[in-house]
């Protein structure tokens, strides 16, 4: 390693390690680089390095801000700064980009002692983080409903649909979206509750808007399943459990129609 990688290296090391109380011991990295900073002007080199360090964890913070915006009005500012804080430090970032830094949140926070009291947190800052992968997904194009109208009708049992990269599902078992749904609209959310599950559809419109959909129980296996590569055949037997034999192809090609009018279906397959 050249000297300046090394230097390079120690630096990270004590922006990474650095104590937020202060009373921790550096780590031989973080040690030896501090002891290589002298003092100017009258500020001591601690000083100016923690100067470096203070900025840098306002900057992880902004970037929890930008990212779970919601998930901060929910907490408000004084548990929003505990959580900045603690996560920083339990998980300081190792990534190139920031965009990748707060992964690890809704984790975080479902396994901390003090947050994971509170279930909802976890699943408003998933969801934050299902709506940033939606946003961020590569491209493709989109296949249209006469794409399937086109198919002669042998082919229709083993058809299969592939899904565009932005398509996520959402589940949780609490009403952490509607909560999120009532802070954008700058409302007071209701309390939080934890009686059913409910299931999202969300992804990235035509318009390269993030959108979602609540799922019935219905909705979410139908849709896991051609995820899943399963063939329209297959799916509708599977909605026999929801309906005749007459109705089920029906409620299928129904939904089908639906998504392609959303634009989340990539292609059709034909095996």
Not at 64 to 71: G, I, K, N, V, Y
Not at 109 to 132: H, K, T
Not at 204 to 220: A, D, H, V, W
Not at 234 to 239: A, I, R, Y
Request: aromatic share 12%; with cysteine; glycine share 4%.
């Amino acid at each position: 390693m050249s000297e300046l990688a090394k230097l390079q290296s120690q630096f990270m090391d004590y922006l990474l390690t650095e104590s937020l109380d202060g009373q921790t011991p550096l780590s031989q990295g973080a040690a030896e680089f501090q002891a290589r900073i002298a003092d100017q002007q009258g500020i001591g080199a601690d000083v100016r390095l923690q100067i470096y360090a203070n900025a840098y964890r306002i900057r992880l913070k902004e970037t929890m801000e930008t990212d779970h915006e919601m998930l901060g009005l929910y907490l408000g500012d004084e548990l929003f700064d505990k959580l900045a804080a603690q996560y920083t430090q339990a998980n300081p970032s190792r990534f190139r980009s920031l965009r990748e830094f707060c992964d690890a949140l809704p984790d975080f926070l479902q396994q901390d002692s003090f947050f994971s009291q509170y279930p909802i947190l976890a699943d408003i800052a998933r969801f934050e983080r299902r709506l940033l992968s939606a946003f961020a997904a590569a491209d493709t194009s989109r296949a249209s409903f006469s794409e399937l109208q086109a198919l002669a009708p042998e082919y229709w049992p083993n058809c299969r649909l592939r899904f565009h990269p932005s398509v996520q599902i959402f589940i949780c078992h609490s009403n952490a979206v509607e909560s999120w749904q009532a802070l954008k609209q700058a409302k007071a959310p209701a309390a939080a509750e934890y009686q059913s599950r409910r299931a999202w559809l969300l992804w990235r419109g035509t318009s390269r808007l993030t959108e979602f959909i609540s799922l019935t129980e219905e909705q979410l296996l139908l849709l896991q399943g051609f995820i899943r590569g399963e063939n329209f055949a297959s799916q509708c037997e599977l909605m026999l459990e929801f309906h005749d034999e007459q109705l089920a192809p029906l409620k299928v090609l129904q939904a089908l129609q639906a998504w392609f009018t959303m634009g989340i279906i990539r292609s059709v397959e034909v095996s």
